[in-house]
């Protein structure tokens, strides 16, 4: 039994107030991990009136050392995740939010439905791209080692010609010897 929502393929944009903001300094994190949610996590929670894990969170670098956080309470989450909807961003970014900004930062990169939360629509979709892509470099593999196969096997019919030849050379140019041992030296 298939239960397709009629929000399925949809866009869903909330309003700003919706949502939890921050502007995090990223500099006092080690470079190794400056990307990895659960440090940037932690620099959230700093500036959040909630625990950081009850919401879920996303962030895009604004900089060298600042990263945007934008979060939404699990609760709500789950509930429009269950909706069927592709992506969910907020409608814009706070004017608080954008003072801070040196360029302004479209509010579809701040797509919550990533993760745990991807719809299964994205997640068969890209299983489905990366297995073709794969399938394709196979293909090309084999094609590139085929062809390398054959050059080697001409090349090698062509050194074993110019052998047979040199030896029939030699065979015209020099006497024929019956004795199985080199001359004696000097």
Known sequence: MSTSSPN??????LPADRFYWGVLDASALPRRARSTPEQL?????SVLPVA???IHA??????????????????DLHGHAAQGWLTLSPEAVPGFISETLDEPIGPARLNLLVGTFE?????VHRRGTT????GAMLLCTGLILAGQSRRAARLLGHTRALESTTAEIY?????PSHNPLPPPPG
């Open 41 to 45: 996590g932690y620099l959230f929670e």
């Open 131 to 134: 297995l073709i892509a794969c």
């Open 52 to 54: 950081v894990d009850t």
């Open 8 to 13: 399925a393929g949809k866009r869903l944009e």
């Open 58 to 75: 996303v962030y895009a670098p604004i900089g060298i050392d600042r990263v945007l956080a934008c979060g939404i309470d699990l609760d």
């Open 119 to 123: 719809p299964r629509q994205i997640r």
């Open 171 to 175: 065979d015209a140019v020099l006497p």
